[in-house]
């Protein structure tokens, strides 16, 4: 038997702690006194894109148009009776009469027209006769004389543009015209004989 054994078993415990706190010192001298290179690792400043809210157009419905009418199919006729000879006579326009069209509308009196710069006027009043037979009848209105007053301011030629026949009321009025006396027209100074339209008019008191 070694007799060193004793001897460890007595300072194994005494180099346990003595080499730990070897050990420590070590560790202790190695942070405090050995440079150290630490790397700094910076970080970008995060960016916050925002995000903007679109509008969306609604969706437009469109009303389609119909579809087409199909065409009709000439379908072959079932009578019997028809014969196969027939045939469509030509029109013959050349020879063609024409129907009666209605008559034109009837012209009015055809005056010649005489330009004026003053009109004529009556020197007194136009005061026609009030038919009896109107008056029975309870018959108003206006009855409108074509009259051509010469430069002298006499009425030479009359006739009705509106009148109201079967009344007596255009005679009355035509004689009323005629007993009348003008002053004529004027062209630069100077009278002319015109035709003006006179109206007449009978009213029931």
Not at 5 to 21: A, D, H, M, Q
């Amino acid at each position: 038997m070694n007799h060193y054994t004793p001897r460890l078993k007595f300072n194994y415990p005494l180099t346990v702690r003595v080499s730990g706190l070897i050990g420590v010192l070590l560790i202790t001298f190695g942070f405090l006194f050995i440079p150290r290179s630490f790397t700094t690792v910076v970080l970008d400043e995060a960016q916050i894109d925002i995000i903007k809210p679109i509008d969306i157009p609604l969706t437009q419905q469109f009303d389609l148009p119909p579809p087409p009418s199909r065409p009709s199919v000439p379908i072959e006729s079932e009578d019997e009776d028809l014969a196969d000879d027939l045939t469509i006579e030509e029109t013959d326009l050349e020879n063609f009469e024409a129907w009666d069209a209605p008559p034109p509308p009837p012209e009015g009196p055809r005056v010649k027209f005489i330009p004026y710069d003053d009109p004529p006027k009556p020197l007194t009043p136009i005061r026609p006769k009030y038919p009896e037979i109107a008056q029975e009848a309870g018959i108003e209105g206006t009855v409108i004389v074509q009259v051509f007053i010469d430069k002298k301011g006499r009425v030479k030629e009359t006739m009705i543009l509106k009148g109201i026949p079967n009344t007596g009321l255009d005679e009355a009025a035509i004689e009323a015209i005629r007993k009348t006396r003008f002053k004529p027209a004027k062209q630069r100074e100077r009278a002319v004989g015109v035709w003006i339209s006179i109206p007449v008019n009978f009213r029931l008191k």
